[in-house]
């Protein structure tokens, strides 16, 4: 969350800041002052671990730049007589699937910052368990970019999904269309991450979320969707290729 798509963290601090959050057993991180309340719940693991030392550090950040901001508007408010309204963000990380030397992670943070409401955000992260090093599913595809096919699947995900839901299958009350030069579907909109599969150390599939307001208003809210590794098996590098089969296991 805190790098906005960077693939790596800062570094952390030599010496411990006494403003920074305070980590317990389980690893989770949480800071609390009269002008933010902040907390960032990791899967516990040695700080040994590359991915996880990943979220740790990229937490902190994101700290960091929130517990600045939200000072600044606690001094404005004084200033203006104005009535004090302490922020708050929640950070959640969990695994979604693991196979070989490949996992994958969702993370979602909540952030209420004296706006009318609060908003939740999602973020993915595929990495190599050994080293961290981060992978893209763009990486995983032969033509190193995501295809035809995959966008139509989403596509129809979402229009499945939006009829239960809102009953329309529609975008800001426009007609959902998946294929050619009209298509309102954009993946670059949403994060993606590795889905769990029924067969041991595979991967059945990829987990596809939305944000509110990337395919609907903020009523609607969110949307998690579920796209077969049938739909897209065929751009997949042949290494990938052979980490993926069986049903997806598990929701979103």
Not at 231 to 237: P, S
Request: glycine share 8%.
């Amino acid at each position: 969350f805190g790098q906005n798509g960077q693939t790596t963290p800062p570094p952390a601090p030599a010496t411990p800041d006494p403003g920074a959050p305070v980590a317990n057993a389980e690893g989770a991180l949480a800071f609390a002052d009269d002008t933010i309340s902040f907390s960032a719940a990791i899967p516990p693991g040695p700080a040994s671990d590359p991915v996880l030392n990943y979220l740790r550090t990229d937490a902190l950040a994101y700290f960091a730049k929130y517990k600045a901001n939200a000072r600044t508007d606690a001094e404005d408010r004084k200033k203006q007589g104005a009535m004090a309204m302490p922020w708050e963000v929640q950070i959640v990380w969990k695994y979604t699937a693991k196979a070989g030397d490949i996992l994958s992670l969702v993370g979602t943070a909540y952030e209420f910052t004296g706006g009318a409401h609060g908003m939740t955000y999602t973020d993915t992260h595929i990495a190599k368990a050994a080293t961290g090093e981060q992978i893209t599913i763009e990486s995983m595809l032969t033509s190193g970019a995501i295809s035809p096919a995959m966008v139509i699947g989403v596509c129809e995900a979402l229009k499945k999904v939006k009829l239960q839901k809102i009953g329309s299958a529609t975008i800001y009350d426009e007609p959902i269309v998946c294929a050619g030069t009209q298509t309102n579907i954009q993946l670059e909109e949403a994060k993606i991450a590795l889905a769990p599969s029924v067969e041991a150390n595979k991967f059945g599939g990829l987990f596809v979320y939305y944000d509110a307001y990337a395919v609907g208003s903020y009523a609607e809210g969110s949307y998690s969707l579920v796209l077969p590794h049938e739909i897209f098996a065929e751009d997949l590098r042949p290494d990938y290729k052979a980490m993926f089969g069986g049903k997806v296991s598990a929701e979103p």
